[in-house]
């Protein structure tokens, strides 16, 4: 049975930083992190993959967060930095079978989730 823990959530002002990280149980070709805010959808974040380790994040995003992981991809990191209000969500570790992707529903395996609330 797959299993993945989130960890390092928590309550910041806007323009903290944070790491969240993610013990998988298994390695995939693709990992993630995706986000859910009260009342939208759960949208995609951030994704590593590939024999390169390469990433993509969501425009919303992009430059302000890091992913990574450890050397054997089993620990999965999403590194937050210039926190905003609107980045407040329930933040999930999520592992692909197959190649990068941005759509949250091809991926395989999930975490419970972590909440992160910045405040002003």
């Known amino acids: 049975q797959v299993q993945l823990q989130e960890s390092g959530g928590g309550l910041v002002q806007a323009g903290d930083s944070l790491r969240l990280s993610c013990a998988a149980s298994v390695r995939t070709f693709t990992m993630g992190w995706c986000r859910q805010a009260p009342g939208k959808e759960r949208e995609f974040v951030a994704a590593l993959g590939g024999s390169f380790g390469n990433v993509d994040y969501a425009d919303s995003v992009k430059g302000r967060f890091t992913i990574s992981t450890d050397d054997a991809r089993r620990t999965l990191y999403l590194h937050m930095d210039r926190l905003k209000l609107e980045d407040t969500a329930v933040y999930y570790c999520?592992?692909?079978?197959?190649?990068?992707?941005?759509?949250?529903?091809?991926?395989?395996?999930w975490g419970q989730g972590t909440q992160v609330t910045v405040s002003s």
């Open positions: 999520a592992l692909y079978r197959g190649p990068m992707s941005r759509l949250s529903h091809n991926y395989d395996y």
